[in-house]
């Protein structure tokens, strides 16, 4: 099978006849004939049913034409990207990571960064399962995830068994998120039992996924608590939560450029840190863009740091 063969088959399908076909391809009817049996006896099937009145494409037929279109579209793209303008390529970086403001942060200053006249960069948030995977399979650079004291071992572990290396950004204390209006917004820190009776917001995942793989903090009373509302990004969880009495838990991060101005944060009472970091290939070189990315990582986590306790204290003292 050829992908010239291909050609002559969509031709075919476009023009509804093998003689019109070879017309607008400048070739002979009895060529593309040949062709296209050759094509039929080396599949095993019949494409289509021919007439004085032109072709009917078989039920089989219809189905490898599907296939015959994607194949082109496909070559098509490869021809794009890896022809005469290949010296030409766009320069390329992604990123996986959990739902941090800062990533973006970082993400936005590496667009204002950009001086190539063609990139194509990437911003995936997702979960820790997810961006272990996307790293993993060389779908991204670098991946943004966080570890806990209970979560480190096991996650460590996966982390080593599939070649990868995590590097601690930072570590901080775990927080609450809720509205500024919300009836425990007054206060400088939170209790498990403070939070006993309001809605909690958790990101969905997949079904069998491990808890340990989750970004809120790990809490014993919120393993199955009463009121659970699910969401799927990161915007949707702080609409859900300016706009309600729920909570979230987690890093306890905002960034000034894209955080949501109704949501504030509040530290958790008796808690380990949350050591948030990046992980990428173990031994593999680091391409110079991503190398600039994670400096641009590491001041807008800083910056995020800053912002995150001003707000604090600036609630706390109003």
């Not at 890896?82 to 200053?109: H, I, K, T, W």
Request: proline fraction near 3%.
């Amino acid at each position: 099978m050829t992908f010239q063969q291909l050609e002559y088959v969509v031709e075919i399908s476009k023009c509804g006849s093998i003689n019109k076909a070879a017309q607008k391809l400048f070739l002979s009817q009895s060529g593309i004939s040949t062709a296209v049996r050759e094509l039929e006896q080396e599949l095993g099937i019949r494409i289509f049913a021919r007439s004085n009145r032109g072709v009917e494409f078989t039920q089989e037929g219809k189905e490898f034409l599907s296939y015959a279109v994607s194949l082109l579209e496909q070559k098509h793209r490869v021809e794009s990207l890896y022809g005469e303008s290949r010296n030409d390529a766009p320069m390329r970086f992604s990123v996986s990571s959990q739902r941090y403001p800062f990533c973006v942060d970082a993400f936005l200053r590496l667009l204002d960064a950009a001086e190539e006249n063609r990139y194509h960069f990437s911003i995936r948030e997702t979960g820790m399962d997810a961006v272990i995977d996307d790293v993993y399979d060389h779908r991204s650079d670098v991946g943004i995830i966080c570890l806990t004291d209970l979560t480190e071992k096991i996650i460590r572990r996966l982390l080593d068994s599939r070649d990868l290396a995590f590097h601690e950004l930072a570590a901080v204390s775990p927080c609450i998120y809720v509205r500024t209006g919300h009836p425990l917004a007054h206060l400088t820190s939170v209790t498990e039992e403070d939070l006993d009776g309001y809605p909690y917001v958790a990101f969905d995942h997949d079904q069998g996924v491990a808890s340990d793989f989750f970004e809120e903090y790990p809490m014993v009373s919120l393993k199955k608590p009463a009121k659970c509302i699910s969401v799927s990004n990161r915007a949707t969880a702080m609409y859900v939560l300016a706009r309600t009495d729920a909570f979230t838990t987690g890093s306890g991060l905002l960034s000034q450029p894209v955080s949501n101005p109704s949501v504030i944060t509040i530290p958790l009472e008796g808690k380990t840190c949350i050591h948030l970091g990046w992980i990428h290939i173990k031994n593999g070189k680091l391409s110079a863009q991503t190398e600039g990315f994670i400096r641009l990582l590491e001041q807008a986590l800083t910056d995020s740091i800053a912002f995150t306790k001003e707000l604090q204290q600036f609630g706390f003292t109003e």
